[in-house]
């Protein structure tokens, strides 16, 4: 089993940032039915003082 993950970062000054991240994962075993996993996730942080 494997994982390969991309992702970025937005930033707009020092107010606010957005993040996002893709995770591709190969299968775990040898004969394992269904496709490889895709998978992501995203993050907003704001400053607010």
């Not at 957005?18 to 299968?27: A, P």
């Not at 775990?28 to 269904?34: A, K, L, V």
């Amino acid at each position: 089993m494997g994982d390969i993950s991309g992702g970025a970062a937005i930033f707009w000054s020092d107010t606010a940032k957005l993040d996002f991240t893709v995770t591709q994962r190969s299968k775990e075993f040898y004969g394992q039915s269904g496709h490889e996993d895709l998978f992501g996730s995203a993050n907003v942080s704001l400053r607010f003082w």
